[in-house]
């Protein structure tokens, strides 16, 4: 069964508004978890890393200040895509550690349709 | 982080073994090599890893070249469901070892 969670799936939000996305680890604790987004027939692109009681870490071009990821509880991290535009639409994935052989398990995607 | 190569798509008959080529020729000697696959509007998901021995579960099995420099992920019998993006990626559980970076994959297509 699935080991981490996103919700919700899918979500449209109107230009300049602000969404928030979850991700949580079911049944076990995640110190760090990571994001990701895909466009259309794209591969997915690392945005950042959600650290447990810490500051995200972003990859290399992307906003902090648009993309505000919190990471409050062993089980849970946020992305909320802030002033959101129709060019942030994308589906947006997260990620987490799980097990002894410390697999990366992915939660199910959210699709981000702005209007 | 090492690269992989995969050809861009593959088709394959249903209920026929489809053999997935992955090359990863600047691999290091602490790079695992992992195969997810991607379903549409799906997140990824895990299918199998290895570092040097062949490897089977339930899903797939892997065959690595004895210099590491490619594998094969071996799918027994495709079934419709099997189609998807399948993606070969190297993790150094070293260094960063704690994400992937995804390349293009091969997308996989089923004929019934």
């Known amino acids: 069964g699935a080991v981490v969670s996103q919700h919700p799936s899918r979500v449209i939000c109107k230009s300049g508004t602000s969404v928030k996305i979850e991700c949580r680890s079911l049944d076990f604790q995640a110190t760090t978890m990571f994001w990701y987004r895909q466009f259309p027939k794209k591969s997915l692109m690392l945005m950042a890393t959600s650290n447990e009681g810490s500051k995200a870490t972003y990859e290399q071009g992307v906003e902090k200040d648009k993309f505000l990821i919190n990471h409050a509880s062993l089980t849970l991290s946020t992305l909320t895509v802030t002033s959101a535009h129709p060019e942030d639409s994308s589906f947006y994935i997260c990620s987490a550690l799980w097990g002894p052989g410390n697999t990366i398990y992915f939660g199910e995607g959210s699709w981000l349709t702005v209007v | 982080d090492a690269k992989t190569t995969q050809p861009n798509s593959m088709e394959s008959n249903e209920e026929e073994p489809v053999h997935l080529p992955c090359n990863h020729s600047t691999i290091s000697g602490t790079d695992y090599i992992h195969w997810y696959r991607q379903l549409p509007s799906q997140g990824p998901e895990y299918v199998i890893h290895g570092l040097t021995s062949n490897v089977n579960n339930r899903m797939a099995s892997l065959a690595i070249a004895e210099d590491r420099k490619s594998s094969t992920l071996i799918l027994h019998r495709a079934t419709l469901r099997d189609a998807a993006v399948y993606y070969c990626?190297?993790?150094?559980?070293?260094?960063?070892?704690?994400?992937?970076?995804f390349g293009g994959g091969t997308r996989l297509m089923v004929k019934p």
């Open positions: 990626i190297l993790r150094d559980v070293i260094d960063a070892g704690n994400m992937l970076t």
